[in-house]
Structures are given as structure tokens and as C-alpha cells.
């Protein structure tokens, strides 16, 4: 089973503004306070396709785990390494602009836990050409949750293990449980995507205010004070 998300945006910025705070949002904490639970940013790949002229980059963002807290108290110890949640995940980003034509397409996927709950978030960055304004970016978020952990549990325990671990499986059934994770990711997702608009558009402020220049100078000096 897939539960799925969606949610639509328009900022009041031009999409080459828009696409620069998207690649700042989590370069400090300072610039973006809604981004401290990235722990940090590296880029594995970034090039422009000679043809279509199309930015092709990949990077590897450390975050504190997302999953909600009630997710690990519903799984065994033994799935989730014991704790309260308070874990860290890799998260998979993958992007292409086109800045001729106007639209970035970008896919965000954890690397972790992915047996537990599998979450790809999907966002299509676009100027509103049906409205004819150039000052203004469209942006359409889809969210996919799966979870697995049904069968999983069934496959690697068996109903004795399960029950021991302080629950009962047969009473669930493997798409019960997996749908309880789904929708509990869910629902904090909603929350998580707000926050993650009030970043960007903190960004984009940043820009407006002090310039694209301004706003590199204060990263560089930043990062000159940490090293």
C-alpha cells in the first residue's frame, strides 16, 4: 500500500530566485532556523548536460530522524535499535533544472530505516505561464509514504517473536500495521511541509534584502568563523 500527499505553493519570487533558495535552504541554520535538523550538506554530483542544457545535480543531506516518535513505540526494540527515536537519517536529493524552459524537478528519498517506512517527496518548481507572470513561482509537493514492516515482521519473527516483543500481530495484520506508519508519517509531513515553506520563504527574504552576493558573503564568512 502507498499513501500519498499533495500540496500546492506559489511564491511571490522569480523561479531563478526560487531555485537558489532551494540549494541555500540548508546551508546554516542562521539563514534558515527552520532547517536545524540538518546536520549537514554534500554534494555528490553536479553537472550540466551539454544537449539540453539542463543542471543535473545529486546530493546526501544528514538529518535528525523524522519518523514520528509513536512509530518506535509501536515497533520491537529489536526493529529499531532501541531509544526514542532520537536518530539520525540520510536522505537522497536529486535535482534538474532547466532554466530555459523554466521548471526544476526535484526527488528527496531516505536512505535509512527504509524497511520500517519509505518516504519520497517529489516537488515541481514552475513559472506560472498560464497566468502570464514572471515574478511568481508555482511549486507542487507530492509526498509518497510505504511501509513494509508488516511483512517484514512476518517474514523475520513469525508470530511468537512478535508477541513476545510486547505486541500481537495477528490481531493487527501486516496492512494494518504498515497502513498506521503510513498515516502517522503523514500527518507529520503536513506539519513538516509548512515549516519547510516558512524556510524557503525566510530564504528568499534574505536574497531580496541584502542581494544573491550579499547573501553567499554571509555564508563565506560564516563558514571562514567555523573552520
Known sequence: MVLQHSTTHTYSHPFPTVTLAYFLRY??????????????????????????????????????????????????????????????????????????EGWMSTESRNLNFTGVLSVIERQH????????????????????????????LRDKFGQAQAQSDGWFFSGWGAKRIGSTIESLASNKTQDQLGKSRDGMRLVLERIRNTGMIGVLETLRRERQIQA
Open 27 to 100: 546551508s546554516s541554520p542562521r539563514l534558515n532556523p527552520f532547517a536545524t535538523h540538518v546536520l549537514s550538506t554534500d554534494t555528490i554530483s553536479s553537472h550540466v548536460d551539454p544537449e539540453t542544457q539542463r543542471l543535473h545535480t545529486t546530493r546526501i543531506h544528514l538529518k535528525k530522524s523524522r519518523m514520528p516518535g509513536a512509530v518506535y513505540k509501536l515497533l520491537p526494540t529489536s526493529m529499531t535499535g532501541g531509544g526514542s527515536g532520537d536518530k539520525s537519517s540520510y536522505v537522497l536529493e536529486t535535482s534538474i533544472v532547466d532554466i530555459r
Open 125 to 152: 518548481f514552475a513559472i506560472p505561464t498560464n497566468r502570464g507572470i514572471t515574478s511568481e513561482t508555482d511549486v507542487t509537493t507530492t509526498v509518497d509514504f510505504r511501509s513494509k514492516i508488516g511483512e517484514k
